[in-house]
Structures are given as structure tokens and as C-alpha cells.
């Protein structure tokens, strides 16, 4: 598997595979993309870690909101692999507890997607 922290807003979009954009007649699915229940908060900004399969060489990512459409669409050519992201999680975590409480930066747990 590979991962990518996104910012919070943002959506993905077309996904490649060795092969150029995935194709989901060949491929006969979608490819394996889905946003994962942690978070890291920085400099006031919450980014979701999302998981990917192996074959996904590249992600477009693009805001969601209209008000943010000053850039409109990247693409992330540099997945990481699972130790990278639990380096960024321990260098987030050292960084928030090094920090006073309330500022910096933080690890989170949670549902991305809050029930009301």
C-alpha cells in the first residue's frame, strides 16, 4: 500500500497506473483509494492520511470549494510507503508535545467524517 496526507477541502480525482490513467474496464473496478480515520493538524491546517493500492502511481487531488479553485488541480507523482508515514506521525506527535497545548501541531484519530 501506498499513502498521502491531503489537505482538508480537497477531493481526489483521476487516478495512473503504470499503464497511463487507470482504466476501469481493463482493471474491471475502481482502483483501491480510500481516506483513512487519521489526521495530522498543521499550523492550524488538518491533513487526512489516504491509503492507496500499489498500482496507483499518481493522484490529481483539487479543492472542493469554489473559493479555493486558485489552483485547480495537483497532481501528487510521490506516494509514501507505511514507515514514511509512521516517521511523520512520530515527528508530528514529538513536535505537538514539545509545543504548549492548543498550538502547533497535532495527531488525531477520528472519523473524517463527523456524525451529527
Sequence with gaps: MKYFFLS???TTGR???????W???AWQRKPDLQQMPLSIVENGETLWLYQVEDAVLMVE????AESTKTIG???LK?????EQVLDRLCVVEQ????????????VSAKSPHPTS
Design 23 to 25: 482504466d476501469e474496464f
Design 73 to 75: 488541480q495537483v497532481v
Design 61 to 64: 487531488v483539487r479543492p472542493l
Design 8 to 10: 482538508e477541502g480537497w
Design 15 to 21: 487516478v495512473w497506473e503504470f499503464g497511463g490513467l
Design 78 to 82: 510521490r506516494l509514501i510507503g507505511a
Design 95 to 106: 513536535a505537538g508535545s514539545d509545543r504548549a497545548a492548543g498550538n502547533g501541531t497535532a
